[in-house]
Nanobody
Framework: QVQLVESGGGLVQAGGSLRLSCAAS????????MGWFRQAPGKARDFVAS????????NYADSLKGRFTISRDNAKNTVYLQMNSLKPEDTAVYYC?????????????????????WGQGTQVTVSS
């Protein structure tokens, strides 16, 4: 089992920045990839970014490239999501997820079903 705990959410004005953290514990050696997803009220859970736990290769949602950056600190078993130039439409619950199955399919890395462990989510609210 892998446990994930997100932190760092909050209320920020448009144009501001936030950094989310996701601390992993348990069988972290089984993790292939970590991802961030977000879900706004009444909408589906959307892919934000993912990172290989070992190699550090990254994938981003096209619409978020240049504003969001995913990184990891293996020594701390923690993944980060740096969010800059935030917009009101970035308001959502942000979820951290871990994939212990693995895939070479980039498209699958962007789908919630590829991830088998999830955190409880952290609210990000961007005011206009």
């Amino acid at each position: 089992q892998v446990q994930l705990v997100e932190s760092g959410g909050g209320l920020v004005q448009a144009g501001g920045s936030l950094r989310l953290s996701c601390a992993a514990s348990g069988r972290t050696f089984s993790i292939y990839r970590m991802g961030w997803f977000r879900q706004a009220p009444g909408k589906a859970r959307d892919f934000v970014a993912s990172i290989s736990w070992s190699a550090g290769s990254t994938n981003y949602a096209d619409s978020l490239k240049g504003r969001f950056t995913i990184s990891r600190d293996n020594a701390k078993n923690t993944v980060y999501l740096q969010m800059n130039s935030l917009k009101p439409e970035d308001t959502a619950v942000y979820y951290c997820a871990a994939d212990s199955v693995g895939t070479f399919d980039i498209a699958l890395r962007m789908t919630p079903r590829q991830y088998n462990y999830w955190g409880q989510g952290t609210q990000v609210t961007v005011s206009s």
